[in-house]
């Protein structure tokens, strides 16, 4: 039996948990396809599991994920032809923890020794966040062209807090931490998109970080010899529940049939994928 850590993270609302929802939700209902089935929970998670996983059957969000707990989720899969198993062990973090761990440059002991179990990482981008696109010098100085001096009064000076860091400087500065604490032992990442559903234009997932998140996707690409990357568009819900015709549509669906996994090369409602990415011995 093979144990592998899996460590989520990424900014608060990125879609972690309603991720593992969906996914606690796909390993006990997938009967019938996939690879792999359940096996047992070795972490007794149960009940955070089946009430996040009943709220997003039933089109309703997720709890937000509370600051000072992690729930440490251990899930045992059999691969249904050869009979091995794995146990994947994930650990759901507030995002809340990931800011604070960016401004204040520390990790507390309980993150650090989940780093030692880890074998992956899934890095969630949230679509929505407005902090995502830079803001170029070029911007700025066509403002500056159009208003003038006006333009440079209205900006007050305002002290250095770690919301006015963009949010792809946060995820490059956390990748650092890690080659740096690290080094060699965290090669894995999947890049999740979440939200993938309201991604309206026909990109794949590594190209919409490359136009989104330009400074995240070069530190991936040119660390190619630290990080060996592979990127997902995930819709874990399959629409937004605050519009009322999207979330009617969705009740009356089969709740496997909402999930929606780009891989860059095809569509299924695999969620496991971006996780057995990095569990395959094969693409290490
Ligand atoms: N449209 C859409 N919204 C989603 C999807 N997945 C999550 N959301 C919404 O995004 C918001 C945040 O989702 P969570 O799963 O709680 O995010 P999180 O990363 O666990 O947040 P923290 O626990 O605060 O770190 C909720 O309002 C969800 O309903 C999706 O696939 N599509
Ligand atoms: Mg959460």
């Known amino acids: 039996m093979e144990n592998k850590g899996i460590l989520f993270s990424g900014l608060p609302?990125?879609?972690?948990?309603?991720?593992?929802?969906?996914?606690?939700?796909?390993?006990?209902?997938?009967?019938?396809?996939?690879?792999?089935?359940?096996?047992?929970?070795?972490?007794?998670?149960?009940?955070?599991?089946?009430?996040?996983?009943r709220n997003w059957a039933g089109c309703n969000e997720v709890i937000r994920t509370n600051q000072n707990k992690i729930e440490n989720v251990k899930i045992k899969l059999i691969h249904k032809i050869t009979g091995k198993s794995i146990v994947?062990?994930?650990?759901?973090i507030s995002g809340e923890t990931f800011k604070t761990q960016f401004a204040d440059r520390?990790?507390?002991?309980?993150?650090?020794?989940?780093?030692?179990?880890?074998?992956?990482?899934?890095?969630?981008?949230?679509?929505?966040?407005?902090?995502?696109?830079?803001r170029l010098i070029y911007h700025e100085f066509q403002n500056y062209r159009y208003f003038g001096q006006a333009m440079i009064k209205t900006v007050e000076e305002r002290p250095w807090t770690e919301d006015l860091v963009p949010s792809q400087v946060k995820l490059?500065?956390?990748?650092?931490?890690?080659?740096?604490?690290?080094?060699?032992?965290?090669?894995?990442?999947?890049?999740?998109?979440?939200?993938?559903?309201?991604?309206k234009v026909d990109l794949k997932p590594e190209i919409w970080c490359k136009n989104e998140l330009p400074l995240l996707h070069q530190y991936l690409t040119a660390n190619d010899e630290i990080f060996n990357v592979r990127y997902f568009?995930?819709?874990?819900?399959?629409?937004?529940?605050?519009?009322?015709?999207?979330?009617?549509?969705?009740?009356?669906?089969?709740?496997?049939?909402?999930?929606?996994?780009?891989?860059?090369?095809?569509n299924s409602n695999n969620i496991l994928s971006p996780i057995l990415w990095i569990t395959d011995e094969n693409t290490d």
């Open 88 to 92: 994947l062990n994930i650990p759901d």
């Open 106 to 134: 520390e990790w507390d002991e309980e993150f650090e020794s989940i780093l030692d179990t880890v074998d992956g990482i899934i890095l969630f981008i949230d679509p929505r966040d407005v902090k995502n696109k830079p």
């Open 172 to 199: 490059v500065d956390f990748l650092q931490m890690i080659d740096f604490k690290k080094p060699q032992v965290l090669r894995k990442i999947s890049v999740v998109v979440s939200c993938w559903d309201l991604i």
């Open 233 to 266: 568009g995930v819709s874990s819900q399959g629409g937004d529940y605050e519009i009322h015709d999207i979330r009617n549509a969705l009740i009356s669906s089969e709740p496997l049939q909402r999930i929606k996994v780009n891989d860059g090369i095809k």
């Open 13 to 53: 609302e990125s879609g972690k948990t309603t991720y593992l929802a969906a996914l606690w939700y796909y390993v006990f209902n997938n009967v019938e396809e996939g690879e792999f089935e359940y096996g047992s929970l070795e972490n007794g998670e149960l009940e955070y599991l089946n009430l996040i996983s």
